[in-house]
């Protein structure tokens, strides 16, 4: 896992610019933390910070691969390619040479033998950039799910590009520039595919290869959801789930570093771990290391609301005592997430103001650290919610019927904290027609299968609007708060074998027992204690400390102190006063307190990225 950086400029000799392309690697040091380099040849510049995994010896970056002598192309690589030990096999038999054991060769001499066809062969999260010296040209490849982020910068003669958009913003000729749509973005918890908050900056969409050359910039999807008949039975369903989560599970503990587990005692993560324990006492006669996060008094002083009905602990304990694997459990201060440093440094990792609660962002961060104290992979159970429809939103007919994001007619608007805006700013923007735009593209967008009644055809649809538009946000918060610390987060419910043959099991097949993923449920019973598998679901826990809110009103009160303040124009003064004056506690509840997180959060991020909002 790693990070990556580079600019393009058919204009310019970029030789002249090596401490320019540096500055912009060096923005990509804490997602790589073992090694860094930069390869300048001509028009091309690219950069690489390297968190070693794999051959920790061999694989490093920029990477080159010669023909008769000459370069004939470079790369710059950042995640990981499962099948690459298949691959390499492969490419021996055609006749190529291996100086590493790395997947990152295994990349570069792929893109020799197939070009950016290269691309359907990878199995894995992953996000590279290959410059072709033979053409000169440049392909962006992103993974299909989207684990791993990737960011470009088209100028009048080539592209800027990075793993984030801090690298990019590196470049002296880029502002941190939004306008109304930028904004609308953000306050929208939808993600439109391939925008970006900044003017001018794009994400290379999960699935695609973007293709730059003297003529311009070129996209291409090489994967997508598609729709199809699903041909097997029950029992043959949860039969190839099981194999297919079992052979997923076997290729993702591969690593040549500590790997682990995080682990919240719900269905997911309880799954992965088990499959994950298994699997390396079989191959090494070893037990997993596990890790889970709780808040100090918690468990003894837990209240359950609408989203949280049970605490982690006690489920997290069932599941380590049932495998037997090795368990840390990170216990956090609540007052430490509102720390103001803290929370800086979350908006530094994301480059944007937060999108979802606050706390859920510092939270992570710290356990991310405390893991990668002691591993430097782990697995996740993120994204079994949108492949198996585990949200409460996914069975509630209003919300499936509604012409709309199914998560925001569940949760309702205030759950984002807009309100806390100018009401005239939030007129101008318009966010119910953006939100209903962007609804309608994805939509039009969604594969249809010919003779699907009309039921079947909506639970598509809601599936693939999870699929595309929700799960980026779990996975950018992810991504962005454990390469922050230097951990690898490997997903392996986003295996896209994995996720292309449930989105085709039929909603009734998925739910034959009446209840949320009923699928996974049934693959894992053999796996799990019963305590874990009758569980209702529960998120990823937020603090109801009241410390926490306690520091988040007073961060808010000082930038309305502030008159001068680069938020000041765009926050409802009024509305947040009153949210200040009431009691403490009043506002605890993750909805309620999302007003007053959302005005916190793009108020440090105007003042620390000097950002020019052309509204």
């Not at 690898?488 to 295996?495: I, K, L, Q, S």
Request: proline share 5%; hydrophobic share 40%.
């Amino acid at each position: 896992m790693c990070g990556i950086a580079g600019w393009v400029s058919y204009d310019v000799n970029l030789k002249a610019h090596r401490d320019v392309i540096s500055t912009m690697t060096k923005t990509m040091a804490r997602r790589g933390p073992d090694a860094g380099g930069v390869w300048i040849d001509g028009h091309v510049g690219l950069g690489h910070r390297r968190l070693a995994v794999i051959d920790i010896a061999g694989g490093v970056q920029p990477m080159q691969a010669e023909e008769l002598g000459r370069t004939a192309a470079s790369l710059i690589y950042t995640g990981e390619v499962y099948n690459f030990v298949e691959l390499r096999d492969e490419l021996k038999q055609l006749g190529h040479h291996f100086k590493t054991r790395s997947d990152t060769e295994v990349v570069l001499r792929g893109y020799l033998q197939w070009g950016d066809q290269l691309a359907e062969r990878l199995n894995g999260m992953f996000a590279f950039a290959i410059w072709d010296a033979r053409t000169e040209e440049l392909f962006l490849v992103r993974d299909r799910m989207g684990v791993k982020p990737l960011f470009y910068y088209s100028t009048p003669d080539g592209v800027l590009f990075g793993s984030e958009p801090k690298a990019i913003l590196a470049h002296p000729s880029v502002q941190p520039r939004v306008n109304a749509d930028g904004l609308r973005e953000l306050l929208v918890l939808a993600k439109n595919p391939e925008r970006t908050i900044y003017a001018g900056m794009c994400e290379v969409r999960p699935g695609q290869i973007v293709r730059v050359n003297r003529n311009g910039l070129t996209k291409r999807r090489y994967w997508s959801l598609t729709a199809r008949e699903h041909e097997h039975d029950l029992p043959r369903t949860i039969r190839t789930v099981a194999e297919l989560l079992d052979d997923i599970v076997r290729l993702q503990i591969v690593a040549d570093v500590p790997l682990c587990s995080l682990l919240s005692g719900g269905l997911d993560s309880s799954t992965v771990t088990a499959l994950a324990h298994r699997a390396i006492a079989a191959q090494q006669g070893l037990r997993l290391r596990s890790f889970s996060v709780d808040f100090a008094d918690h468990g003894a002083a837990f209240v359950a609301g609408d989203l949280h009905k049970s605490p982690d602990a006690p489920f997290v304990r069932d599941l380590v005592s049932h495998i037997g694997c090795h368990h840390t459990e990170v216990v956090l201060d609540s007052r430490d997430l509102a720390d103001r440093d803290l929370c800086r440094a979350v908006i530094e990792a994301s480059d944007f103001p937060l999108s979802l609660s606050g706390d859920m962002f510092s939270s992570l961060y710290r356990l991310f650290q405390a893991v990668r104290a002691q591993s430097t992979v782990a697995l996740s159970g993120e994204s079994a919610d949108e492949v198996f429809g585990g949200y409460s939103w996914f069975h509630d007919p209003e919300a499936v019927a509604a012409a709309t994001f199914p998560w925001l007619f569940a949760t309702g608007s205030t759950f984002y904290g807009v309100e806390v805006l100018d009401p005239d700013l939030l007129e101008r923007l318009n966010l119910p027609a953006f939100q209903a735009e962007s609804y309608a593209q994805a939509i039009a967008e969604t594969p249809v299968l010919k003779g699907e009644d009309g039921f079947e055809r909506r639970m598509r649809e809601i599936s693939y609007l999870h699929l595309t538009r929700f799960v980026q946000f779990l996975l950018d918060r992810k991504d962005r708060m454990s390469m922050a610390v230097g951990l690898e987060v490997r997903v392996p419910f986003c295996d896209h074998r994995l996720v292309d043959y449930v989105f085709n099991v039929p909603w009734r097949l998925k739910t034959f027992d009446g209840r949320e993923k009923s699928i996974l449920r049934a693959t894992a019973r053999e796996l799990l204690p019963d305590s874990i598998l009758e569980r209702q679901k529960s998120p990823y826990p937020s603090t109801q400390d009241p410390a926490y809110e306690r520091a988040v009103r007073a961060d808010v009160a000082e930038v309305l102190e502030d008159r001068s303040h680069p938020a000041a124009p765009l926050l409802n003064r009024r509305m947040i006063e009153g949210m200040l004056l009431r009691p403490l506690g009043t506002t605890s509840s993750l909805a309620e307190r999302a007003g007053l997180e959302r005005a916190r959060s793009i108020g440090a991020w105007l003042k620390d990225y000097d950002v020019v909002l052309d509204l």
